[in-house]
């Protein structure tokens, strides 16, 4: 008898070490982690003081993306979750972003603070709004242990937003829904970036309070998913939620979707299968569905010319200054590679301002004359100058409804730039008035004489390439409002000029 008991109580002693020893790795593995966190926070708090915006946001998301995939719930992960509301309200000013930031911070650490030297009246007024919604927990043994993004033990329907994802990877939203409540059903209505519309899916149960559902992998593709969750009851009515349809959770998606990966079956929500068949499915150009763009704009311009001889008096030489390019159109159309990356062609059209030639001196109407060339638009008729080109534009910013981008490309064609020149007013004989400035006010000028103004353009071109930047607003699911500059460069016969454009652009 003492021998077995003496048996029993040597194998617990090798059990009890053995799991001892086991559970090392994981301990030392967690604790690498939570010095990677801590380094990460560092490097985004300097980038942020030295105002590296961006930097700061990219590196905070992927330390809580880092988080999130180790299952780690901490007062570092509190303190970057403080961290981004802080980076993104500089960025953008919101305070509803800032608050759920804080709720995040909070569902990890209750007792985690805004540092001080970063507080103002507007991040405080977040705080307070956040600590409201999330309850205070009363001890560690009395409440429920939130796992994922689910806020639990809080006693009323919560939600907390991922504040990453991977793209082309499935993304996994939780609720918790109270004991007490009457749920019957829950819908979490998602978007991608640029769409209207909301696609329902219905969350399943996971618990007796916990409701759980993934947006599929291929939804996961572009900077940003739009949702909104709804608890409804037998009689469809809401009775929790998290986020409105004109207020919605976002979650920021990192990196770009791996098409290959979504083909191959992998990275796919629940449901959807593996497969292994050999239909691939066609992968639309960018993350809505569309392949094709149309910008129609119009705008004006103001370029620098280094000298030149004007058009309709090729005798005269012009002084190096700026000058004014007057109204254009431009139609510019394209094919969307990527959901950054967009190839196009360009035609840009230059007004042309009345002007009387019929009373340029016969000495002026030789070749290449401004009567030679009032209808330079590649010999289509029209009056005025045109531009003909490519340009490759590469979407970098996408924040909610509102896109950046940077563009560059090249070309044929001339821009017309005006000139006032000065007409002496009288002929040889100083008192006929000149002919072209008949119906011309007269300047008295003691120096140079009496003279008029007169309208003249250079015409610089034929090539040129140029760079320029960007914006975009959707106002529907295939309109957009845009906002465009570009600066080019035009040889052989030297120019400068800006373009400012203003108009809409479809996608299809």
Not at 174 to 184: G, I, N, S
Not at 290 to 319: C, D, Q
Request: charged share 20%; hydrophobic share 35%.
């Amino acid at each position: 008898m003492k021998r077995l008991t003496r048996l029993t109580f040597v194998a617990l002693m090798m059990a009890a070490s053995g799991t001892a020893v086991m559970s090392v790795p994981s301990v030392a593995v967690a604790q690498d982690t939570e010095s990677k966190l801590e380094g990460m926070l560092k490097q985004a708090t300097e980038d942020y003081d030295v105002l590296m915006i961006g930097d700061a946001k990219n590196k905070l998301q992927n330390a809580i993306g880092l988080a999130q995939s180790e299952g780690i719930s901490s007062p570092v992960v509190a303190e970057l979750y403080v961290m981004l509301a802080i980076v993104e309200f500089a960025e953008g000013r919101d305070e509803a972003k800032a608050k759920e930031r804080f709720v995040s911070a909070l569902g990890h650490d209750y007792d985690v603070s805004i540092p001080p030297h970063y507080k103002n009246p507007s991040l405080e007024k977040a705080m307070a709004q956040a600590r409201q919604q999330v309850p205070e927990p009363k001890d560690d043994s009395g409440s429920e242990q939130g796992q994922g993004n689910a806020q639990a033990g809080s006693g009323k329907f919560e939600h907390t937003p991922p504040a990453t994802a991977k793209a082309g990877e499935p993304l996994e939203l939780e609720a918790f829904v109270p004991a007490d409540m009457p749920v019957y059903r829950v819908f979490v209505l998602h978007r991608r970036f640029g769409e209207n519309e909301f696609e329902k899916l219905e969350m399943k149960p996971t618990g007796t309070t916990r409701f759980a559902v993934e947006i599929p992998a291929e939804q996961v593709r572009t900077s940003q998913i739009e949702y909104y969750i709804e608890a409804v009851d037998r009689a469809g009515n809401v009775i929790g939620q998290a986020g409105t349809q004109t207020s919605p959770m976002n979650t920021t998606v990192l990196g770009s979707s791996d098409d290959q990966k979504v083909v191959d079956g992998q990275g796919k929500g629940k449901g959807q299968g593996g497969g292994g068949g050999t239909e691939e499915p066609e992968v639309p150009a960018d993350a809505s569905g569309h392949k094709v763009y149309v910008m129609v704009t119009g705008g004006s311009g103001l370029g620098f010319l280094p000298g030149g001889n004007p058009t309709a008096h090729p005798e005269r030489a012009v002084s190096g200054g700026l000058a004014p390019a007057f109204g254009h159109g431009m139609l510019d159309a394209g094919y969307m590679i990527t959901d950054n990356a967009h190839l196009g062609m360009y035609f840009r059209w230059q007004f042309s301002p009345p002007q009387d030639f019929s009373r340029i001196p016969a000495e002026s109407k030789g070749g290449n004359s401004f009567l030679d060339t009032k209808d330079e638009c590649f010999g289509l008729g029209m009056p005025g100058d045109c531009l003909l080109g490519f340009k490759y534009r590469w979407f970098f910013k996408d924040i909610s409804r509102f896109r950046m981008y940077s563009s560059t490309g090249a070309g044929i064609g001339r821009v017309r730039h005006w000139l006032r020149l000065k007409e002496s007013y009288y002929l040889e004989d100083g008192q006929t008035p000149a002919p072209q400035c008949e119906g011309k006010d007269r300047v008295e000028d003691p120096v140079v004489g009496d003279f008029c103004y007169v309208r003249d353009t250079v015409r610089p071109g034929w090539a040129h390439f140029g760079v320029g930047a960007g914006a975009m607003w959707p106002v529907h699911e295939n309109v957009e409002l845009a906002a465009d500059g570009y600066l080019i460069v035009l040889v052989p016969e030297t120019g400068i000029n800006f373009d400012l454009n203003l108009g809409l652009n479809f996608r299809f």
